[in-house]
C-alpha cells in the first residue's frame, strides 16, 4: 500500500466528504417508526454505486426496511463487511443541545443521532474505500457489503432474508467467506483500540394487558379488573428484585463459559469504577463486583423493562381505571438460549401463574454468537491497529449488546466477525446527544485502507 | 311555588339558555394542567353575578385554582350549593367524535368534556335560579354557592380554603347550616332518581423510581439497576393478585358497616349484570357477586394504579434500560381511613420492604363522608322528585365515588348532603364522548326551582 497518495486524497477532499458524512446524518431513518427510511436506503445505495459499487436495493417483507447489498472487487478471497442505516428514535428531544437531524460539530465532535451508530461506521468505511480505489487501483478481493434498515429494531427480517440469499453470503463453490467487519467497534474509556469477536443475543417483545372494555372511572375500581395491576403482577412474577429470572427452565439454557473463553474474559479490561461513576450508582445490582461481575455481564442473560405505559402520564391526577396496559421488554440471550426458546417459555410461564390473558407480542431477536478469537481476519485488524493507533489492540471475546451476528457467521458456514471501528465510550450511542470524534473517523479512514492491505496478506 | 310562569320563562328564554350551557362547554378548565381555568372561574363569576349574586373569586393557594363564592337571599335557612368548574383533561382526543370543547348536540344529548361533570349540573342550578327570580321573586332563604377548581385532581386546597373562612360556611350565630345539596347526582340504568347522602374518600399519589443518571443501553441491564423494575416490584408488594392490599395495618382503619348502614345498602339497586355487559367482563375481582358485591364496593377500600410510564412508549423497539419511572395510585378510602394515615403507611410499607428509594409525590385527598339519610333536605328532595319525575326516588347511602364532602358536612357541624343532578348512566364522565342528556337539564332545572319551594317548607 502507498500510504502518501492515500492520505493525501484524505486531506485535498477533507471538507466534500465531510459534508457527505453530514448528508448522512441530515436524513432521518428511524427503524421503530419508519421515518425516511426508503430515502435512507437510496441515498446509501446511491452513494456506494457512485464509487463503483454494484448495488441492489433488495425487499426484505412487506413494507419493511430494505437490505442494501453492494459487490465490488475480484478474487478468491471474499469480505463481507455488515452494517445498518437506520437509527434509534431521537426521543426526548428536548434534551438534545442542537437538534438529532442537524448535525454540529462542536470541540472536535460531530453531534447528530447515527454520527456513532451506525452512520459514522458506514461512512467511514464508504470514504476509505473511495480513497483506495482513487489511489491504490483496484480492490485486492472481492468485498460483499450488507447494510440492512432494521437493526435498531432487533433486525426482524434479516435472518429470513439471509436464509432466501444465502448463495450471495457464500464462494462461488460454497466456501464461507474468509471475514466479516461487524458494523461497530472502536476505542474503551482508557483510549485502547478494542477488537470484539461475539455478541449477546436478544429477543424484544411487548406484553400487553387488557382488562375492561374501556377506560372507566377509578371509584369502580373495587370490582372491576384493572389492566396496569394485570400486568404489573405478571411482570413480578418474571425477575425478582434479587434479579434472579424466575421462568421455568430458563438457566437450563445457559451454559458456563469454557476455559479458553474464560481466559480471553480475564484479559479484559473492565472498569468498574468509571461505570459506578458514570451510572452514579454505588452498586452493581446484586453486588457483584471484578471478575465476578465481567462474567454476569458477558455470560448471563437479562430480562430488561424498557418502557411501560398504562392510563393517565400527564401532569396531575385523574382518576381513571385503565383497559390497557403495555411493558417493553429485552431479554439479552448468551449461547444456547434463543428468542424462540424465550418466547416459548415466557407463555408457559405467563399461563402458568393464571396470565393467559397477557398477550406476548415479539417485535424482533437473535441469537448469540462467539466467533473466532485466533482467526486471520483477527489478525489483520490487529496488525492494521499496531501500524495507524500504535498500540495492540485489546481482544473482548464478545459485547453485551445485540446484532444479527449469528446469522452472519455461524449460519453461513463460520465466517470469524470482528468488530473494528471509530467509536468512543461518551458517544452517547441510543440516548440524546449522540457524537462522534471527528479524529476518530479520520484515523478509522485510514485504519480501513491499511486494513484492506493488511487482509490480502 | 307559581309553576306556569316558571316553566314559560324557561320555554320563551330556551334557545339563550342553551347557548350559554355551551359557552361554558367552550371554555376549558382542566385542573391538571391548568388550561383555560382562570378564564373559566371569571366566567362562572360573571354569570352568577348577572343573575344577582354577590360574587368573589377567592384564590387558595400559590398559582392554584381560585374558589368562587357566591351568595344571594335572606332568611335563617341557609343552603350551601357545591359544584366545580374544572374538568377531567380529555385525552385521549381519537376517541371522540366530536371535539372535546366543541360542544355538539346529537340524538337529544350534549356531547363535550364536562357536559355532566360538572358543568351540566352547575348551569342547571344556575338557570334554574334565573328563573326562579324572574318569575317567582326572591329566594326564600340564603344560598351560599361554592364552586371550585381542582375536584378532578383531589381537591388539594380546598379544606384548607374551608378552614380559613369557617365563618362563612356557618350561620352568622355559629349554627351549622341547614343542608347542602352535592355537585353530582341524577337517574340509574332504569331511569330511577337517585338520592345519595355520603361519599368515600380518596387519596391520589405518584410513586417515583430513579436507579440510575440517565437511560443507558439495555446490553448494560446485567449490571446496572433499572427503575421500571424497581417501580414494577414497589407497586407488586402494594396490593397482591387476590387484590389483598398488604400494606401492615390498612384493614386496621376500615370499619364495618353499621346495622342501619346495612339496611339502606341493602334496598339500593346493584345492576351487577348490567356492569359486566358494559365492562365486557364475566367476573368482578375476587369473584365477588351479589350484596357482597355491594358492600365490596362501598365499604372496601381501593389501591388503583391510574397510571403507569416509564422509558421507550412508542411504536416499535427501542433498547434502552430506563433510569425513571411513576405510577399514580389512588386510594379509595372507607370512613376511618384518612389520606393521612395511607401516606404514612404507604411509607412505612415501602421501606419495611426495601423501597426507601421510591419517592412518594402526594397531589391531594380528602377522607369519606356518611351523611344523614332521614335530615329535612333529603325529605324535600325526594318530595321534589315526586312532583316533577313522578317517582319516589332511590336513597343511596354513598357514593363509590369520591368529593371533599367531609370538608363541607362533618367538619363544618354537621351539614346534611344530598347529591341530586341530572347525571345519566352512560354520561361517559371522565372519558371520551361525555355527554348529557337535554331533556334531563331542561327537567333538572324545574326539579331545582320546586326543591328550592319543597326547602322551605
Redesign the interface.
Known sequence: MEFQSFDAYLIEHRERLLEDYKDFLRQPSV???GQGIVDMAALVARRLSGIGFSVKVVPTEGDAPPVVWAELGEGDKELLIYNHYDV??A?PLELWESPPFEPTIRNGKIYARGASDDKGELVTRIHAIEAWLKTQGPLPFKIKWLIEGEE???SPHLHGWVEKHIDWLKKPDGRPMDGCIWEFGGFDDKGRFTLTMGV?G?C?LELHAK????????????????A??R???A??TI???DERILIDGYYDHVRQPTEDELDVLFAMPFEEQV?KE????LD??TG?TGFD?VR??YF?P?????????????????????AK????I?F?LVPNLTPEIVVDLLRKHLDKH?FNDIEIKL??GYRAEISDVNAPIVSACARASEIVHKQTPVKQLL????GPMWSLSSFIGGVPVVCAGIGHPNAL???PNENAIIKNYEEGMRYFGVFIDEFTK
Open positions: 427503524a421503530a417508526t434509534q428514535p426521543e435498531e429494531i432487533s449477546k436478544i424484544y382488562a375492561v372494555s374501556h377506560d372507566l372511572h377509578s371509584s369502580l375500581a373495587a370490582l372491576a379488573p384493572n396496569a395491576w400486568l404489573t403482577w411482570l413480578s425477575k425478582n428484585s461505570m458514570k451510572w452514579q450508582i452493581f445490582v457483584v461481575a454476569r455481564l448471563q437479562t430480562a430488561t423493562i424498557c418502557g411501560l405505559t398504562s392510563g393517565w402520564e400527564g401532569v396531575g391526577a385523574k382518576t381513571v381505571l385503565p396496559a403495555m411493558a417493553k429485552d439479552r393464571g417485535l424482533g459485547s453485551a449488546g445485540s450511542v441510543h440516548s
